[in-house]
Structures are given as C-alpha cells and as structure tokens.
C-alpha cells in the first residue's frame, strides 16, 4: 500500500510539473488546466497518506563473509613425500539485522515530489511546488476574469485614419461625464500655414451598453498637407496621429517613406510571469520599444485580437466575447502602441471559435456584436461593390478596402462566408470568400490604380500558401481552386503596372514565400506575387518548423519559426525617379530585427504614344 500511494505522488507530480511548464511558459491549450487540477486532487491524498504511513527506518541486513583455506598434508610436503598440497577452505559467514533511520535524498524528493518521512521541511517544500505550480496556473486562468472584468473601462484609440478624416474609439461606461467632447490641434504648428489652436472635432452625447458603451467620434482633417495631430477628450484621454499621404502621393513626413505595420494574434501573459500583471502583454512592449523609430502609418492587425478559448472559455454570451475585448484595451502594455497609433482589423477564427467555418452560424453573431463595435466601426471602409468603378462601397460588408500614398488596400474575411474545411482540397466549388467577395476581390485586383499608386496590397488573416503543412486545410492551401484564380488575376496586375503584396498572420512563425507565375506563360517574371506571413504579436510558437517547400509554385524566401513576438514593418519609397516603387519588408522577433528584404513594383506600362496632330489623329492619317 505504502509503495503504491508513493509512486501514485511520484506519477501525478510529474504530471502536475510538466504541463504546468507548458501551459504557462510555451502553450496555454484549453485542456490543460482541467487536468492539472485533476492530478493535483490525485496527488495531495496519495502524498499526505505516503507521508503518514511511510516508515522513518529500514532494516540494514549486513553480512560479513570470511574466508579461511588450509593445508591439510604439510607434514608430507615438508618430508618431501609430496608436493602437492591439499587446500581446505572454510567458509565462516556472520548476518547482522540493523534498525536505522533513512537517509535523506534532498534532491531526489525535491524533484520527484514525494515525501521525505524524515524531513518535514523537504516534505513541505516538495509539496509546496506542486502547490506553487497549482496557483501559478489559477492565477494565469481566472485573475482576468475575478480581478479584471473591466466592466468600467474607460479609454481611446485611433482607429482608420486618411488625409481627410480620422475615427476615435471611445469607451466611457460612466455617464456623468457626458456628453464627452475630442479636441484636435496640430502638433509642432508652423504659423501661418498651421493653426496651433485646440479645435472641436465632435463628440459624443452618451454611450449605452448596446454597444458596450462605445462609440466613433470622426474627426474631419481641413489641412491639405500632411500633418501630425494630437487630440484629447473630456473624459481624460489624449494621444497623436499623422494624417495619410493623399493617394498617390508620397509622405511628406518619415523622410518620404510610407511605412505601416502587420501582426497578429495576442494571448496576456505569455510566457507566463507571476510579476506581470493578469493582462500584460510582452510582445507589446517589444513592439513599444521600436515603433518611435519606424514612423509607422497605421498597424495592419490580422485577427485573433482576442481568443475566446484561451486560456479557458467561461462561455459563448455577448458578454464573454466583450470581456476579452476590454481586457485587452484594460492592459497596461495598450497604451504605448495603440494611443498613439492607427490600428485597423480584419477577423480570424478566434474572434469567433477555433478554426471557424461556419459561417453566421451558432455563436457568430455572438462573437461579432464586439468585434464591430471595438473594431469595424474604427475600421477603413468597406469595399468597393463590383461593376461600381470603385465609387459605391459593399452594403454591410465585413471586409474593407482603401487607398493611401503609394499603395491600395483590400482587408479580406476569411471566416465568415468559407465553406468547410473538410472539404477536398482542390474542389472546384470550395470558397474561403464566398461569392459577393470574391467577386469585390477580383474586381479591384482588375481596376486600374491612381497614378502614383505602385502596390496592392492583400490582407488575409491566414497564410496564402500551402507550404504549412500542419492544419493545411485551414489555410488557402485548402482552398487551391479559388485560390489559383485568385493568383491568375494577382499576375495580371502586373500588367497594371502594380506589385501584389499578401500580409498574413494566424501560424505563430514567419514566412516569405514568392508566387511566380507558370515558365513560358505570358505573364513576365515581374508579375511574381510575393507573401510576407508574421505572428504572433504574443502568443505561443512551434519550436519544431512546420513549413517546407515541396514544388515550384510556392517558393520559400525565408523562414523563421522561434519567438512569442513577431511582427512585420512594411516600408515604400520611390525608386527609378518615381517610375517603380520599392517595398522593404523587416520582421522582428522578439523586438530585434531579425531579417528583411527589398522588393520592386514591376515596370510601368507606357501607353504607345500617338503621332501627328489632333486632325491627323482624327482624319486617321
């Protein structure tokens, strides 16, 4: 009995450490938390009873054996009548049975968490790890939701910003301190072209929790040049943001280059620190340290703002989903990169529920009652409506598309319209965009760009190829139908005089992968799409890679699966006196820039010019 409850405590400890190890410091999966609590219930009454029924003594059977030999004929050795002797061994043996203390093992007990029947102090310390580990993991699962409902949240971020307008998020639970008025002045004003006064931009009249006690103030931008701004509100809240390059117009800040960010996916406290706060997030502060030095326009998030599930799920209601949010806007690391910052969002799966395709189905609408409050409402404008010539937006559409300086924009939605993942890979009929976006999509892959416009670029919360090779199905490259005619109509803008860029996030690794077009097709090797995937921002990663090229068509540039914090700076200057665009791409990981590359827009299309007068022209000579 005694044996058996000692290696039950031995079994369940090792449980208890090591994927209280994982959970905190690598993963926090949903499933284990549940089953450290279950072995913790195993191991305290196996411990407690090792403990008290375990002997403080052994038995010590000690043995002594001595060996005697004899010669039995040495008189006829010493006579000379032989010389052989004759030995005999007598073999004398003498037990003795000794009642001692054990001896004490620290580090054995320490480590495999059992019982030391004669030390109660590394009785208590071994116990008191498992202990430790038990809280650590209570602590990381309910501290948010017992200590930090964020119930009364209060703040503001910028939201989509043009060289027109900017969108504030407001966030004001109390309603004394309405009706909240925002406040704009230029920043730095060089009189007399600059107004250095603060001025009225809007406000808000009362907040109700319909919204969870949000709303949009936009704030129109008179100023024909760009500039920074910095606002404040009634409420106490204040921050800056530089307005956009006109479209296709190069900054006139930031040294002439038109710079902005992507990432996705943040889970607070991980790698788990028992001196963090409950919703801290490190990979925020990493990305705090550089963002004075990028010059960034606006962060391109790429979903999985929230995870509904991690590091438990407490439910499926309006309630829950908005929760998550708050306590991520309540975190003290937000401020220093989302005050000061233009943050715009596309949807991913863990807005809703993991690997999501189900359309508007079950929790959907659930799930994205927050995610237009807290975020489309702060985001561009929806896309253009197809056959309109980019004048009517998408009535209702939950993807998006604008253009700024040198580079128009397309924000898909990969979750809401996709057909099931189970499907067969290549079935001709399976859509990630369903009909009317895939539709908008193709249509302004096709439409001509402003002159000055070098880029399209494409948001996708998933990874465009399908060199992952780890839940494929989820990504385009489960989607290879809609995925080749989406590649086909990429390669014809090049014929636009336009490079196509894809930014993804959603594997928690970084890859760069090119798409050149078929050898000996008519599209030029210029037409090479290129795909840029960085995430998490803080989130767990995969220690073994799981990306790997396997033919020509998706072509691996550069891979990099280590860091909790990755994130991409996209950079555009002129090249060619203006003719051809360059677009740097730098990921960092874990605040350090770890690898870049340069990329060129395709050479522009000249029209052939037409000779002789207008009369000549006309008369067709």
Known sequence: MGEHTRRTAAITSAGIRILSIIFLRWVAIPPASPIIYTLFAIYVPSFISSYLTESKYELVDEVDVVLKEDILNKDEIANGTTDEAVVVEEVDVEETAAIVKKPLNPLSTLLKGVPSPNSLLLTALTFLINVACVAMVTDMVYSPRWFHPSHDLSFARVGYVSDTEAKLLIREPDQTKMPITVEVHIKDAKPPFDNPLWQTAGGVRLTTNETDYTAVVTIPLSHSKQRVYEWRTSNNHSGEFTSAPKTGSMPELFDGKFTFLSTSCIVPRLPYNPFDHPLAFPGMKHLAKVLPDLGAQFMLFLGDFIYIEVPKQFGSSVENYRQKYRQVYASPDWPAVGQNLSWIHVLDDHEISNDWDSNSTGVYQNAVDPWHHYQTEANPPAAKKAGSQGTLSRNGATYFSFTQGPASFFMLDTRSYRSKNSEPFDSPNKTMLGETQLEDFLDWLRRPEPKGVKWKIVASSV???????????????????????????????????????????????????????????????????????????????????????????????????????????????????????????????????????????????HQPKTGGSFWDRLRGA
């Open 463 to 605: 990874p465009f190829t399908k060199n992952w090779r780890v839940n494929t199905k989820d990504t385009w490259g489960g989607f290879l139908a809609e995925r080749r005619k989406i590649l086909e109509a990429m390669w014809n803008a090049s014929n636009l005089g336009v490079g196509v860029v894809i930014l993804s996030g959603d594997r928690h690794e970084f890859g760069a992968t090119a798409f050149p077009p078929p050898k000996n097709s008519t599209w030029p090797e210029s037409a090479t799409v290129h795909e840029f995937s960085a995430s998490p921002l803080n989130q767990f990663y995969s220690p073994i890679g799981t990306y790997k090229q396997t033919d020509d068509e998706d072509v691996e540039l550069k891979y990099i699966n280590t860091g909790n914090s990755k994130f991409g700076a996209i950079s555009i200057e002129k090249f060619a006196e203006g003719e051809q665009s360059s677009l740097k791409y730098t990921v960092y990981i874990d605040g350090v820039d770890r690898w870049n590359t340069v990329i060129l827009s395709p050479e522009p299309v």
